[in-house]
């Protein structure tokens, strides 16, 4: 184990450690699907909540955050319903959080329904990528390795290549080299996965250099949030990766894009992919 000054773990080992934790863990629920899938969506959707709450109003966990919670789970349920009225509803939980907050007066109000926005669009687009079938879950799978083939990629890419900063304002550690390092990586594991499961290899390479590309955009922009509000993590509750939304902020930012694609044209696998329904 690669220790520090003290002999504490260093920020990379926790970083490993941790991930031999959760990587497991989340394939296991993905695996399950279903209402095992459902409920650990809404748990981190109510703690990336909290996350968002704190560091966006710099108040407390409390009252009025509880009662958005609460309303950012019924839009959920009613996202994966997939129903004709699951918009409205989902519209009216909004409305009801707007009210409550002008009546609460909380600060913040637009930086709030926007992260209720991307929070439950992310956790319903889980459940709706995940749907019922070997297929669905194969390209949960793969979506998943995606982003962690970036995130992995992007790290010893731009240690090891250097250059100019990505966005020297919102996160001067990214580097083009470790981006474009981090795409190519991923887009090979696209060329790779057409050989394993069929589907036109170049669709699979562009889909995949997608997610990276996508992925890294919702890591810039969460870097970017948390400068805006003069913070370093989001929270603390994962070793060595700070919160849960900076553990999940690239992975997110894939499901609400990949979400939106399957709820308006839900046979893109199977005409895009050459996957099974």
């Known amino acids: 184990m690669m220790v520090g000054i003290k002999g504490a773990p260093d920020q990379l080992s926790l970083r490993v450690i941790s991930a031999l934790v959760m990587i497991p ?10 209402a095992v899938l459902l409920l650990a969506g809404l748990v981190c959707g109510a703690v990336m909540w909290s996350e968002f709450f704190t560091v966006t109003t710099k108040q407390k966990f409390n009252a ?8 950012m789970g019924v839009g959920i349920f009613a996202l994966t319903w997939q129903d004709q009225l699951a918009g409205l509803i989902f519209a009216g939980c909004l ?15 637009a930086w709030l329904l926007g992260g209720m926005l991307a929070i439950s ?9 995940r749907g019922t079938s070997a297929d669905r879950l194969i390209l949960t799978f793969i979506v998943m390795t995606g982003v962690w083939v970036t995130d992995i990629a992007a790290y010893f890419a731009g240690r090891g290549f250097g250059g100019p900063q990505l966005s020297p304002r919102g996160s001067p550690n990214k580097t083009w080299s470790g981006a474009a390092g981090a795409m190519i990586c991923t887009a090979l ?3 790779f996965v057409a050989g394993l499961v069929g589907g036109p290899i170049l669709n699979w390479v562009l889909f995949m250099a997608a997610v990276s590309i996508v992925g890294q955009a919702g890591d810039l922009t969460q870097s970017l949030w948390k400068r805006r509000f003069g913070v370093k993590d989001s929270g ?8 849960v939304l900076d553990r999940l902020d690239s992975f997110s930012s894939v499901l609400i894009i990949l979400g939106l694609i399957l ?4 046979r893109f696998p199977v005409l895009y992919l050459g996957m099974g329904a």
């Open 236 to 243: 603390s509750i994962i070793p060595g990766h700070g919160g």
């Open 25 to 34: 863990a989340g394939l296991g629920v993905v695996w399950a699907g279903g």
């Open 121 to 129: 669009v992310a956790v319903s687009s889980l459940i709706l990528l």
């Open 64 to 71: 009025v955050s509880v009662i958005l919670a609460g309303l």
């Open 95 to 109: 409305a009801v959080a707007a009210v409550c907050l002008l009546v609460t007066k909380t600060p913040k109000l």
């Open 263 to 266: 709820y308006f044209s839900p």
């Open 189 to 191: 594991v696209g060329a």
